[in-house]
């Protein structure tokens, strides 16, 4: 059994790659658990010093994975190419926990008592399509780091860099069996990541429909989970805001990987005293976005994923007040112009997360409005302030309920700060200093003293 990889450009298939059958999913766990053993038996500066070596040859490989990337799913190649340069990133920052990953010795009456952070053993990391490379790496390399076996399944519509980075990881020497990628579908090699016994974590970034059974199914086996799951971040420009510098930014804040970003500011409030300049300073901006050919250096957004995609992203527009649009090129391919609407709180576009690059605008009245306003949808991943007034900075950032905010920035991921969501975008979190110690468990042991 295969399926067929379609190139988003062009629409046309390209490649078939083996489903994996229960008994091959069962199998890849097996040599999981068993390469484990010697893996989490090493000292720690030896699985340090594997992780760079699997990092370098990464590092040698940015120009091959990224016109993958390209191929697989669309990304404009300068991004593609940050997105592989990011892996051996990660790869070289996780290098660091093994040797970190120090327990504690607490005084005690009558002895000594001594912690130690030990791995779970087999990791299941499921990734989803709009950033294979990225959101692989952030699972694999702390579970890695710690002392763990990873078995990854890839997207089935964008499987290849994830495929060529399991083929990498032999090259650098890591054991057979360690990290082993497995491709087919959700409904299969995804659920048995819950369900198999010897995966004793699962990390899952996709829906929030998905991600609700994924941890309903770990709940069942009492297994931990990670939840990366949906967003309908918000932008909010306060009219003291540098407005130049707000709109010039807000096309990539949004169009970004064609709006397929859970990050992604779908939803931009803006004060009502400014709202209609922002709106003139905002259309020039997105009319200037370009839209084009991924191998292009100078393009900034590439098609969506697939056709159903595409569908269901203009399905949005049904009943929507379109602003304006920017430029797409006609044809084959998976092509989608930018669009602005303008939008009430209540609206379908306002609250649903459209994951394309379809972005609502909504003023606000003042400060207390636009945390109301950020925080009536059921999403809280991530979103952005813009204002000159660091007390109202302040304020608002913690009044508005996202894991994820930026002031004056729509940055959202650091590989070395703490990335998650809260309400429906997710449960717990990825990345940053202490990430690897997720992917452990704490055994407490004893010593009397007599």
Known sequence: MSFTLVDPTTGRAFRDVPRASLDEVDAAIASAVAAQR???????????????????????????????????????????????????????????????????????????????????????????????????????????????????KPAELTPLTALRLGELALEAGLPEGLFTVVTGSGSLVGQRFVSHPD??????????????????????????VTLELGGKSANVVFADADLEQAAAAAPGAVFDNAGQDCCARSRILVER???????????????AWRVGDPARDDTQMGPLISASHRDTVAGFLDDARVAFRGSAPEGDGFWFAPTVVLAEPGDRIAQEEVFGPVVAVMPFDDEADAVRLANSTVYGLAGSIWTQNLGRALRVSRGVKSGVLSVNSHSSVRYWTP????????????????????FTETKNVFFAAD
């Open 38 to 152: 010697g893996w989490a038996d090493l000292a720690p500066v030896a699985r340090a010093d594997a992780l760079r070596r699997f990092a370098s040859v990464v590092d040698a490989h940015v120009e091959e994975l990224a016109q993958l990337e390209v191929l697989n799913s669309g990304h404009p190649v300068e991004s593609a190419r940050w997105e592989a340069g990011h892996v051996a990133q990660v790869l070289n920052f996780y290098a660091g926990a093994p040797e970190r990953l120090s327990g504690q010795q607490i005084p005690v009456a009558g002895g000594l008592d001594v912690t130690f952070h030990e791995p779970y053993g087999v990791v299941g990391i499921i990734v989803p399509w709009n950033f294979p490379m990225t959101i692989a790496s952030w699972g694999f390399a702390p579970a890695l780091a710690a002392g763990n076996a990873v078995v990854l």
């Open 199 to 224: 995966v004793r974590k699962v990390v899952f970034t996709g829906s929030t429909e998905v991600g609700v059974d994924v941890a309903a199914g770990c709940a069942r086996m009492l297994k931990p």
């Open 273 to 287: 005293s400014a709202y209609d300049r922002f709106l003139e300073l905002l259309e020039p901006a997105v009319a």
């Open 419 to 438: 990335f998650g969501g809260m309400k429906a975008s997710g449960l717990g979190r990825e990345l940053g200093p202490d990430a690897a110690e997720h």
